[in-house]
T-cell receptor
Framework: KAGVTQTPRYLIKTRGQQVTLSCSPI?????VSWYQQTPGQGLQFLFE???????NKGNFPGRFSGRQFSNSRSEMNVSTLELGDSALYLC?????????????FGAGTRLSVL | DAKTTQPPSMDCAEGRAANLPCNHS???????VYWYRQIHSQGPQYIIH???NNETNEMASLIITEDRKSSTLILPHATLRDTAVYYC????????????????FGKGTKLSVIP
């Protein structure tokens, strides 16, 4: 079974630009969560989508948004990039309810904002 | 979710058992203990979880004290590939459609396996 796939793996943008990151969950997983990891703040939860609906959101500004498609694939978008948005962005998918509640993470997209 | 406390770093000799402690003194009765690890620049990887009984799988063993206020993750024969940051997370497992899979990560323990 293929794991969680995130594209692209690396991205370089400049301040003020916007960026879209993609995540393909494990087949059969309907929940997709996004996390931001920085050296200073560690791993922080961004948002979670389930069946195309956002059901949980972390404490991030509105510049960070996401969506989920009917095939469970998800995208996150960051508008008006700031230097502080440089981070590793991780996506995780989870199997159906009751199945141990495990999250499976992708390798991440490393975003550098110059 | 309950807060956890872990030592910031630990060393372990290759081939020896690595015992990683976690304190979760405010854990509630319906909260599980989860362990994940993150090898440098990769996504976190699930290791094991438990409620109150000790658990073992192919990767590790989880020992939870009787009062559930602390736990220990045991890697029986540590290898260099086990060098990683280990996260102990305590959370409720959602069984309803309104539940969330959100994980709250602390700073974890950086385990260095030494040859």
């Amino acid at each position: 079974k293929a794991g969680v796939t995130q594209t692209p793996r690396y991205l370089i943008k400049t301040r003020g630009q916007q960026v879209t990151l993609s995540c393909s969950p494990i087949s059969g997983h309907r929940s997709v969560s996004w996390y931001q990891q920085t050296p200073g703040q560690g791993l922080q939860f961004l948002f979670e989508y389930f069946s195309e609906t956002q059901r949980n959101k972390g404490n991030f500004p509105g510049r960070f948004s996401g969506r989920q498609f009917s095939n469970s694939r998800s995208e996150m978008n960051v508008s008006t990039l700031e230097l502080g948005d440089s981070a590793l962005y991780l996506c995780a998918s989870s199997p159906p309810l009751g199945a141990k509640n495990i999250q499976y993470f992708g390798a991440g997209t490393r975003l550098s904002v110059l | 979710d309950a807060k956890t406390t872990q030592p910031p770093s630990m060393d372990c000799a290759e081939g020896r058992a690595a015992n990683l402690p976690c304190n979760h003194s405010t854990i509630s009765g319906n909260e599980y203990v989860y362990w994940y690890r993150q090898i440098h620049s990769q996504g976190p990887q699930y290791i094991i979880h438990g409620l109150k009984n000790n658990e073992t799988n192919e990767m590790a063993s989880l020992i939870i004290t009787e009062d559930r206020k602390s736990s220990t993750l045991i890697l029986p024969h540590a290898t260099l590939r086990d060098t990683a940051v280990y996260y102990c997370i305590v959370r409720v497992v959602p069984y309803s459609g309104a539940g969330s899979y959100q994980l709250t990560f602390g700073k974890g323990t950086k385990l260095s396996v030494i040859p």
